[in-house]
């Protein structure tokens, strides 16, 4: 009689356990995910299909869950960076083009003339690749002039390569840069460059969403991804890290993210900073160097300086403070005529995204 009650409650816990399995959510099909982005993009984007079918091969491709706020996130960006424009056209480029190209002469000490007349060269097309450049529409376009050009000279890349005037491009206006590190994995095959990829829609969603999404956060909002978007990967937790060291060292800083000067063993301001508090810390200054080259990853966050450093900033002012900052940086580029912010543009695409959100309902 015992061995039958003891394989009945067996058999009990074993349908007890069954009864609270979670369930397996559903795959979610290509179609519905694009269907959804279609639903979701503005009335007038133009090639709808089109834009899904890249934004949904480009999350497929990096395992990136279609969610709502994930497609928002997206698409708030790509409307606030191009207005879906694969190629956008810049208003005055030709003017912008001359002058950031001047200013890239001086810093590498080649005389404006030897500039000049190297670009008097007739190009492919018969016209010259300074009328080229006077009639620049794009940033695409006045990217293909350099590569055309940097290929027709003789010792074009080691004189003119760093003249290249365009670091950005692309619907989401990703980093050029940034596009040539985490290239790896990119699904497309490249005919060209990774550069002439990120001007092309496919590559500019897919690296746009790599810098976008591509990253693990504790952010509570979106809000906070948009200015990393701007400023950098971790610049939002990086910037309330900053303001917490402010807080208790007394030392005023800069909330831009930038925590430490990558490539340069000399210390910056924030470093600085944090070795004033060495002491209160109970950490070396080479301690203090190594748990800030963690800045640029979500590692920072379990490391001794910064939890020892939210801890001392709490007990200073007696309340919780936040670990996510907008950055205060002021916008540079040769495109941009007013003063702008890092919070102004994560503002920007935050309303587009709570407006996506509403419609996503």
Same mark, same amino acid.
Request: net charge positive.
């Given at each position: 009689?015992?061995?039958?009650?003891?394989?009945?409650?067996?058999?009990?816990?074993?349908?007890?356990?069954?009864?609270?399995?979670?369930?397996?959510?559903?795959?979610?099909?290509?179609?519905?995910?694009?269907?959804?982005?279609?639903?979701?993009?503005?009335?007038?984007?133009?090639?709808?299909?089109?834009?899904?079918?890249?934004?949904?091969?480009?999350?497929?491709?990096? %395992?990136? +869950?279609?969610?709502?706020? /994930?497609?928002?996130?997206?698409?708030?960006?790509?409307?606030?960076?191009?207005?879906?424009?694969?190629?956008?056209?810049?208003?005055?480029?030709?003017?912008?083009?001359?002058?950031?190209?001047?200013?890239?002469? &001086?810093?590498?000490?080649?005389?404006?003339?030897?500039?000049?007349?190297?670009?008097?060269?007739?190009?492919?097309?018969?016209?010259? $690749?300074?009328?080229?450049? &006077?009639?620049?529409?794009?940033?695409?376009?006045?990217?293909?002039?350099?590569?055309?050009?940097?290929?027709?000279?003789?010792?074009?890349?080691?004189?003119?390569?760093?003249?290249?005037?365009?670091?950005? %491009?692309?619907?989401?206006?990703?980093?050029?840069?940034?596009?040539?590190?985490?290239?790896?994995? $990119?699904?497309?095959?490249?005919?060209?460059?990774?550069?002439?990829?990120?001007?092309?829609?496919?590559?500019?969603?897919?690296?746009?969403?790599?810098?976008?999404?591509?990253?693990?956060?504790?952010?509570?909002?979106?809000?906070?991804?948009?200015? &990393?978007?701007?400023?950098?990967?971790?610049?939002?937790? /990086?910037?309330?890290?900053?303001?917490?060291?402010?807080?208790?060292?007394?030392?005023?800083?800069?909330?831009?993210? &930038?925590?430490? /000067? $990558?490539? /340069?063993?000399?210390?910056?301001?924030?470093?600085?900073?944090?070795?004033?508090?060495?002491?209160?810390? #109970?950490?070396?200054?080479?301690?203090?160097?190594?748990?800030?080259?963690?800045? #640029?990853?979500?590692?920072?966050?379990?490391?001794?300086? $910064?939890?020892?450093?939210?801890?001392?900033?709490?007990?200073?002012?007696?309340?919780?403070?936040?670990?996510?900052?907008?950055?205060?940086?002021?916008? +540079?580029?040769?495109?941009?005529?007013?003063?702008?912010?890092?919070?102004?543009?994560?503002?920007?695409?935050?309303?587009?995204?709570?407006?996506?959100?509403?419609?996503?309902?």
């Amino acid at each position: 009689m015992q061995k039958y009650r003891i394989l009945s409650l067996m058999a009990l816990l074993v349908l007890a356990g069954c009864s609270t399995k979670t369930p397996e959510k559903p795959a979610v099909r290509p179609a519905d995910v694009k269907a959804q982005i279609v639903k979701l993009m503005p009335a007038k984007v133009g090639d709808r299909q089109g834009w899904a079918v890249d934004i949904t091969a480009a999350l497929a491709a990096q %395992g990136i +869950e279609p969610s709502k706020e /994930n497609l928002c996130s997206v698409l708030a960006v790509t409307e606030q960076e191009s207005g879906f424009q694969a190629d956008p056209q810049v208003p005055g480029l030709a003017r912008i083009a001359w002058k950031e190209i001047d200013r890239r002469a &001086d810093q590498l000490h080649i005389p404006h003339f030897v500039v000049r007349t190297a670009l008097l060269i007739k190009s492919p097309n018969g016209k010259s $690749y300074s009328e080229r450049l &006077d009639n620049v529409r794009s940033e695409k376009q006045l990217s293909a002039i350099f590569d055309d050009f940097i290929n027709m000279v003789p010792m074009g890349q080691k004189l003119f390569g760093s003249l290249n005037p365009v670091r950005t %491009g692309g619907p989401m206006q990703v980093s050029i840069a940034f596009a040539e590190v985490h290239a790896k994995g $990119y699904p497309y095959p490249i005919t060209g460059s990774i550069r002439q990829e990120v001007f092309s829609r496919r590559g500019g969603m897919y690296f746009g969403i790599v810098h976008l999404l591509g990253y693990p956060a504790n952010y509570p909002q979106p809000i906070y991804r948009f200015a &990393d978007f701007n400023a950098g990967w971790y610049a939002s937790r /990086n910037a309330a890290f900053q303001s917490a060291v402010s807080r208790v060292s007394g030392i005023p800083l800069a909330l831009d993210g &930038d925590v430490i /000067n $990558y490539g /340069n063993d000399k210390p910056g301001s924030t470093e600085l900073a944090v070795r004033a508090l060495g002491k209160r810390l #109970d950490m070396s200054n080479a301690a203090i160097r190594s748990a800030l080259e963690k800045g #640029d990853s979500l590692e920072f966050e379990k490391t001794g300086l $910064y939890q020892r450093v939210f801890a001392l900033a709490e007990k200073t002012t007696g309340k919780t403070l936040p670990r996510e900052v907008l950055p205060g940086i002021q916008l +540079e580029s040769p495109k941009i005529t007013r003063k702008l912010t890092t919070a102004w543009f994560a503002k920007r695409v935050d309303e587009r995204y709570q407006r996506c959100m509403m419609k996503a309902q």
